[in-house]
């Protein structure tokens, strides 16, 4: 199948390999034009570590081009990113059209189905609850190293009535490794990336700030792993208070990078001793703070204060980081403001992430 793939970065690279090795035919877009020049100039993609491949990729020189044509179109890109493709998307989709979110944001499929239900277009979005792949860019501009490929993915679909639709070209694109949720707003409670790198980030800030080369598996100590764990008992509580059932932190990293289960320090740990710890960020301007926070932590807080359960670690990180970086992280959030979800009910909330919604 032909995929258009929005984005250029490590894990839209990694996915161009993985889709090209399965012989199916991606077609790399990138929104700034600069992370694809030396593939449209007939350079070849090289993957290594995880997934190995070397060849020729498409890439398409606009987002029309990207879309045109497409079986189904992928979203992989930083969210801060996401609003930016979906408006740039908006008027090239198609009705029936399947549109993949990898990973999913801040509820941006409510924001594009929105958006597309003024045009009178429907489609399938299916959302995933993180990306298929780890790994690092690397300076050359034509390869990326893949670190490790999921075993488990959390996927659902907008809306909930094409869930097993989406699953199924999921799979066929991607290989049998997909999860069903409860639609929507299991999604938003599967993303562990936010919590995660809070503390991961906010008790190694030093490292970053200075550019040293840190090990990040390495340095998630026993006291880093215990204040995961608590941010996602709170992320836990939330979802159980919407009837929803959503994987541990233990249970992701377990899944995700292949350790035996035990504290988030141990696997941590194991997966360092194993050379898959991989590495921190080199520089506080990172996609931990500037991406995660504003998209993760901010969503999260906010359906902890819809459903009663106020995720006060998750808040606390969103202000100390604002405070660190002398900048308003939560106005950094382009989407959740065109969506007014503080304004529902649990119940409400509920439906509008199951229902396509009616034309505005």
Same mark, same amino acid.
């Given at each position: 199948?032909?995929?258009? $793939?929005?984005?250029?970065?490590?894990?839209?690279?990694?996915? =161009?390999?993985?889709?090209? +090795?399965?012989?199916?035919?991606?077609?790399?877009?990138?929104?700034?034009?600069?992370?694809? @020049?030396?593939?449209?100039?007939?350079?070849?993609?090289?993957?290594?570590?995880?997934?190995?491949?070397?060849? +020729?990729?498409?890439? =398409?020189?606009?987002?029309? %081009?990207?879309?045109?044509?497409?079986?189904?179109?992928?979203?992989?890109?930083?969210?801060?990113?996401?609003?930016?493709?979906?408006?740039?998307?908006?008027? *090239?989709? @198609?009705?029936?059209?399947?549109?993949?979110?990898?990973?999913?944001?801040?509820? #941006?499929?409510?924001?594009?189905?929105?958006?597309?239900?003024?045009?009178?277009?429907?489609?399938?979005?299916?959302?995933?609850?993180?990306?298929?792949?780890?790994?690092?860019?690397?300076?050359?501009?034509?390869?990326? %190293?893949?670190?490790?490929?999921?075993?488990? $993915?959390?996927?659902?679909?907008?809306?909930?009535?094409?869930?097993?639709?989406?699953? %199924?070209?999921?799979?066929?694109?991607?290989?049998?490794?997909?999860?069903?949720?409860? #639609?929507?707003?299991?999604?938003?409670?599967?993303?562990?990336?936010?919590?995660? *790198?809070?503390? $991961?980030?906010?008790?190694?800030?030093?490292?970053?700030?200075?550019?040293?080369?840190?090990?990040?598996?390495?340095?998630?100590?026993?006291?880093?792993?215990?204040?995961?764990?608590?941010?996602?008992?709170?992320?836990?509580?939330?979802?159980?208070?919407?009837?929803?059932?959503? @994987?541990?932190?233990?249970?992701?990293?377990?899944?995700?990078?292949?350790?035996?289960?035990?504290?988030?320090?141990?696997?941590?740990?194991?997966?360092?001793?194993?050379?898959?710890?991989?590495?921190?960020?080199?520089?506080?301007?990172?996609?931990?703070?500037?991406?995660?926070?504003?998209?993760?932590?901010?969503?999260?807080?906010?359906?902890?204060?819809?459903?009663? @359960?106020?995720?006060?670690? *998750?808040?606390?990180?969103?202000?100390?980081?604002? %405070?660190?970086?002398?900048?308003?992280?939560?106005?950094?959030?382009?989407?959740?403001?065109?969506?007014?979800?503080? +304004?529902?009910?649990?119940?409400?909330?509920?439906?509008?992430?199951?229902?396509?919604?009616?034309?505005?």
């Amino acid at each position: 199948m032909r995929i258009g $793939i929005l984005g250029a970065g490590a894990i839209a690279f990694g996915m =161009a390999a993985f889709l090209a +090795k399965a012989g199916h035919q991606p077609v790399l877009w990138s929104p700034s034009g600069t992370r694809t @020049r030396e593939l449209a100039e007939g350079s070849p993609l090289t993957a290594t570590g995880a997934v190995e491949f070397s060849g +020729k990729v498409a890439v =398409a020189g606009d987002c029309a %081009a990207a879309v045109a044509g497409a079986d189904a179109v992928v979203v992989a890109l930083p969210a801060n990113g996401h609003r930016r493709v979906f408006d740039a998307a908006l008027p *090239h989709l @198609r009705s029936g059209q399947p549109v993949i979110i990898s990973s999913h944001s801040s509820f #941006g499929a409510l924001y594009l189905a929105k958006r597309l239900a003024a045009r009178n277009i429907r489609l399938p979005i299916s959302v995933w609850g993180t990306t298929l792949l780890t790994g690092r860019q690397q300076p050359d501009g034509t390869s990326v %190293a893949v670190n490790t490929v999921r075993q488990k $993915i959390d996927i659902a679909t907008l809306p909930k009535s094409a869930a097993a639709e989406g699953k %199924a070209l999921c799979t066929e694109l991607f290989g049998d490794r997909f999860v069903a949720r409860e #639609g929507l707003l299991a999604i938003a409670l599967s993303n562990l990336n936010p919590q995660n *790198h809070l503390g $991961i980030a906010l008790l190694n800030l030093t490292r970053m700030e200075k550019g040293e080369t840190w090990g990040q598996g390495e340095h998630v100590t026993p006291a880093v792993g215990r204040l995961i764990e608590a941010l996602d008992l709170e992320r836990l509580a939330i979802a159980e208070s919407f009837g929803l059932s959503v @994987r541990t932190v233990q249970e992701h990293f377990s899944l995700s990078f292949h350790v035996p289960m035990g504290t988030v320090s141990q696997m941590n740990q194991q997966m360092h001793r194993e050379g898959r710890g991989g590495f921190g960020p080199t520089s506080a301007d990172s996609r931990y703070i500037y991406e995660d926070v504003p998209f993760g932590l901010v969503p999260t807080s906010l359906l902890g204060r819809i459903a009663g @359960r106020p995720a006060v670690l *998750h808040e606390a990180g969103t202000a100390l980081f604002s %405070a660190a970086m002398a900048h308003d992280l939560v106005a950094d959030n382009d989407l959740l403001p065109e969506l007014a979800l503080d +304004k529902l009910s649990p119940t409400a909330l509920t439906t509008l992430c199951e229902e396509w919604p009616a034309k505005a």
